[in-house]
């Protein structure tokens, strides 16, 4: 094995269980020519050892959510934990009821093509079964602004939130929102300033971050990397490596009334 082949760069990650928050599945763009089919996604996450991923289907955000919901059916594996599209309006509703899911997807940016109001008026049926079920609920910082973020959480205080692709200038409103919201947790995908990482975990604990690569747009090399090299405790490199991913996924209730 080549010593610059990333098995080899990232061999001690073969022991730590990875699990990815943050991939998508499918082709994209618009011919379609960009994104991978799911051998091609299973085949990136075994060079860098992630053993499984929550994933998303590219159709959903980019087209529709009951036929991205159709794709993301279609292009399982046992390694893929389906993070479902959803939206309050009541045939989306219906089918990811019956989909007794244990991660969602939304897409609520203004002006997207999935665009609805993230309040009680808006959305309150959605979010209620969500936090109700405790499912992992996946929205791109882009997708979201800080003060609708706040809303959201102190509408539903119980909503399991991962806020995925931050940047590495999102510290002051990070920091403050994780204190103030046990439930809001986020991606380490984006959060790839220098040392930037340590200080997160010596500041705030390792328990709200979750490994995420943005497979296929990202190479996952960038957040292995900088969590393989990260000088923190060997136990909280594990916890954000699958575990807290892991635990959350595990809480989820699909299917239980409240």
């Known amino acids: 094995m080549s010593r610059y082949s990333s098995q080899w760069l990232f061999a001690e990650a073969a022991a730590w269980d990875l699990c990815d928050v943050n991939v998508r599945v499918g082709p994209a763009g618009v011919h ?11 085949e990136e996450m075994d060079r860098y050892y992630i ?5 998303t289907h590219w159709t959903a955000e980019e087209y529709e959510v009951l036929a991205g919901n159709r794709a993301l059916e279609a292009a399982l594996d046992a390694r893929l ?13 219906d089918d990811l009821i019956k989909r007794k899911p244990s991660a969602v997807r939304l897409f609520p940016k203004p002006g997207d093509p999935q665009s609805f109001p993230l309040t009680t008026w808006g959305a309150g049926d959605l979010f209620e079964y969500l936090q109700a079920q405790s499912v992992v609920t996946l929205i791109a910082r882009d997708m979201i602004e800080w003060g609708a973020l706040v809303a959201l959480l102190e509408n539903f205080p119980r909503l399991a939130l991962v806020l995925l692709d931050i940047g590495y200038r999102a510290d002051r409103f990070l920091f403050p929102l994780l204190r103030r919201f046990s439930t809001l947790h986020f991606d380490s995908s984006t959060y790839l300033g220098h040392r930037q990482l340590e200080t997160f975990v010596e500041r705030q604990g390792s328990e709200r971050l979750l490994f995420g690569t943005r497979l296929p747009l990202f190479t996952a090399a960038s957040s292995l990397g900088v969590l393989a090299s990260a000088r923190i405790p060997d136990a909280d490199r594990l916890a954000i490596a699958g575990g807290n991913l892991r635990r959350l996924l595990a809480q989820a209730q699909p299917g239980v009334k409240a």
Do not use: K, N, Y
């Open 81 to 93: 934990v389906p993070a479902w599209a959803a939206d309050p309006d009541p045939e989306c509703m």
């Open 51 to 55: 053993r499984s991923a929550v994933a």
């Open 32 to 42: 379609r020519e960009l994104g991978l089919d799911t051998a091609g996604l299973l």
